[in-house]
T-cell receptor, first 111, second 116 residues
Framework: DQQVKQNSPSLSVQEGRISILNCDYTNSMFDYFLWYKKYPAEGPTFLISISSIKDKNEDGRFTVFLNKSAKHLSLHIVPSQPGDSAVYFC??????????FGSGTRLQVQP | GAVVSQHPSRVICKSGTSVKIECRSL??????MFWYRQFPKQSLMLMATSNEGSKATYEQGVEKDKFLINHASLTLSTLTVTSAHPEDSSFYICSAPGQASSYEQYFGPGTRLTVT
C-alpha cells in the first residue's frame, strides 16, 4: 500500500523555466509534508515543507502547494537551474514520526 | 541545519559476517532516530525507529534479530546487520528529528553495504 505516490519518475525542463513536481497521498492522517533533494549515494537534503493547515509555503525559488481535498501537493522551482538536477522525494508524516516517502522524481534541468 | 553523520560511508563484507553502522547527531540530541533502506532506483523504506534507552520498534517484515539496533546515548544509534547475505546489500540511511517544534528530519549521508 503506497501511501505517498510520485507518478512521474522523471522530468526534464530547460534552464530558466519552471519545474513542477507532483505528489499524491492517500492517508488523510498525514499532517505535515516535506520535499527532499537527493543525489546518488548521499542522504536526502531537506528543501521545504508545509503543514496541513496551510496551502502554500514559499522559500526563495521553491514553493510548495497543498490541496488537501485532492490529497495532492506540488513543488515548484522557478527559475530552474542546472544545479537543481537531482532526484526529488516527497514525504509525509503524522506527528513527529518517521517519514513516508514517495518513489521519487528525477529532475534534469537542461542548460 | 542540524548535522547527522554516518560511519562507515561504504563497506564490503563477506556473506555470513556482521557489519555495524553508526549514526550520530553532531550538534543536537536525538532521543529518537530512524533507520531507512534504499534499494537501487527505489524509494527510502523505513526499517525501524531507534529509541534512546528502550527497544527499537521495527516495521513489518524487518527481522529484529537480523538488524540489531542500539541507541546507547542521546547522540548515537547503531545498526548491526548480522549474518549478512547478498540480498542485504543496500544503501542504509539514518535520520533524526530536528528541534522539538520542528517536523523536519535530518539525514545522514548514508552507508553503502555490499555483501559478497
Amino acid at each position: 500500500d503506497q501511501q505517498v505516490k510520485q507518478n512521474s519518475p522523471s522530468l526534464s525542463v530547460q534552464e530558466g523555466r519552471i519545474s513542477i513536481l507532483n505528489c499524491d497521498y492517500t492517508n488523510s492522517m498525514f499532517d505535515y509534508f516535506l520535499w527532499y533533494k537527493k543525489y546518488p549515494a548521499e542522504g536526502p537534503t531537506f528543501l521545504i515543507s508545509i503543514s496541513s493547515i496551510k496551502d502554500k509555503n514559499e522559500d526563495g525559488r521553491f514553493t510548495v502547494f497543498l490541496n488537501k481535498s485532492a490529497k495532492h501537493l506540488s513543488l515548484h522551482i522557478v527559475p530552474s537551474q542546472p544545479g537543481d538536477s537531482a532526484v526529488y522525494f516527497c514525504a509525509a508524516t503524522t506527528g513527529r514520526r518517521a517519514l513516508t516517502f514517495g518513489s521519487g522524481t528525477r529532475l534534469q534541468v537542461q542548460p | 541545519g542540524a548535522v547527522v553523520s554516518q560511519h562507515p560511508s561504504r563497506v564490503i563484507c563477506k556473506s555470513g559476517t556482521s557489519v555495524k553502522i553508526e549514526c550520530r547527531s553532531l550538534d543536537f540530541q536525538a532521543t529518537t532516530m530512524f533507520w531507512y533502506r534504499q534499494f537501487p532506483k527505489q524509494s527510502l523504506m523505513l526499517m525501524a525507529t531507534s529509541n534512546e534507552g528502550s527497544k527499537a520498534t521495527y516495521e513489518q517484515g524487518v527481522e529484529k534479530d537480523k538488524f540489531l539496533i542500539n541507541h546507547a546515548s542521546l547522540t548515537l544509534s547503531t545498526l548491526t546487520v548480522t549474518s549478512a547475505h547478498p540480498e542485504d546489500s543496500s544503501f542504509y540511511i539514518c535520520s533524526a528529528p530536528g528541534q522539538a517544534s520542528s517536523y523536519e528530519q535530518y539525514f545522514g549521508p548514508g552507508t553503502r553495504l555490499t555483501v559478497t
